[in-house]
């Protein structure tokens, strides 16, 4: 079984590393690249779209694995019918820019179809008070569409999302192997895969940028992540949120502010963390692998601990936020030059 697993996620890595070849090689040929402009993060014209490669390998894999594992905790059909929706509508975006009122629309329906394909506890408990599910859900479907939106947010320099997305998805895997969920945690290993596969062409500096047909996609297969995992307690949903951390401090943080500064937020900008943080130390590389480094060594024990540990996992959340939140801080993320 070890074996097989091994060759089968080689496969999956091999293949979208050879169909990312292909999707830059299109890319190049429509002139469908990203021209650096001020509110950009890079000064090379790019081709994006690449992350098509991994997409399409983990669609056609994920129906190999529907047929292959049954589940009764999940519908496999409905998570990938969820994912090609995100693809989809971010695909007709890399092309041609499609209003963020349907592109929302989309992201909603998503979220939705994701959650009947993955069935949440029927009650959840939040700031100590149970809720039933009636009254909970909507709050996942809007924490489902945020993450949709900031990984598209977070994915402004060579590799930062597709080293998140790596980091997560194999400490989920490993959680639901853990649990005795080997289908679960197989099919979130083959998207590690997958995404591995694209990262050589991602890692700075990009020959290609992912673009919205995967960065939406990645967030809301994160977001079914989770949802895998919280099927299995709590605290494993927790663990996963501890996982995320560094993306949703930043994006969230910067929104926030922005908003209460009066900023128009649906313009682009250059003041999430990271973005200042590149801009002052003039190295993508340095940012990436400083987010990989932060997950390796402060988020992923935390996040472990957080899974056998369920009396503290919230104790343990607010431990591995607390730094980020400082860090945001000290970057004055959101805020204009002028308002420093």
């Known amino acids: 079984m070890n074996t097989w697993l091994f060759i089968s996620l080689a496969l999956v890595a091999i293949t979208s590393f050879f169909l990312t070849a292909a999707v830059r090689t299109y890319a190049l040929r429509i002139q469908m690249i990203d021209q650096p402009v001020e509110r950009s993060s890079h000064s090379i014209p790019t081709p994006r779209g690449g992350g098509l490669g991994f997409v399409v390998t983990f669609l056609l894999g994920g129906v190999l694995h529907a047929l292959w594992f049954s589940s009764h905790d999940y519908q496999p059909l409905g998570l990938l019918l969820a994912a090609f929706l995100v693809a989809g509508i971010g695909f007709m975006d890399d092309h041609q820019h499609i209003p963020a009122r349907w592109r929302l629309l989309v992201h909603i329906l998503a979220a939705c179809l994701l959650l009947w394909a993955i069935p949440v506890p029927e009650t959840a408990a939040l700031f100590g008070v149970l809720l039933e599910d009636v009254l909970y859900i909507p709050i996942v479907v809007l924490a489902l569409v945020w993450l949709i939106n900031l990984f598209n947010f977070m994915d402004g320099i060579d590799g930062i999302a597709s080293i998140e997305a790596v980091s997560v998805l194999l400490v989920a895997g490993y959680l639901l192997l853990d649990a005795q969920a080997t289908g679960q945690a197989i099919l979130l290993f083959g998207l590690a895969a997958a995404v591995a596969g694209f990262l050589y062409w991602n890692l700075p500096p990009a020959k290609v940028f992912m673009g919205d047909v995967a960065s939406g996609f990645l967030g809301l297969m994160l977001g079914g992540a989770a949802l895998l995992c919280w099927q299995q307690g709590s605290h494993y949903l927790v663990a996963i949120l501890i996982m995320l951390a ?62 056998h540990l369920p009396t503290q996992s919230f104790w343990l959340l607010g431990i591995a936020y607390a730094p980020l939140l400082v860090g945001v801080i000290y970057l004055r993320a959101g805020l204009l030059e002028e308002e420093k």
């Open 246 to 307: 560094v993306f949703i401090v930043d994006a969230t943080c910067t929104l926030l502010v922005r908003l209460a500064t009066g900023q128009r937020v649906f313009d682009a900008h250059r003041l999430h963390g990271y973005q200042k943080l590149t801009a002052m130390w003039g190295s993508h590389g340095r940012v990436s692998y400083g987010v990989l480094d932060i997950n390796l060594l402060w988020l992923c024990p935390l996040a472990l601990l957080a899974a």
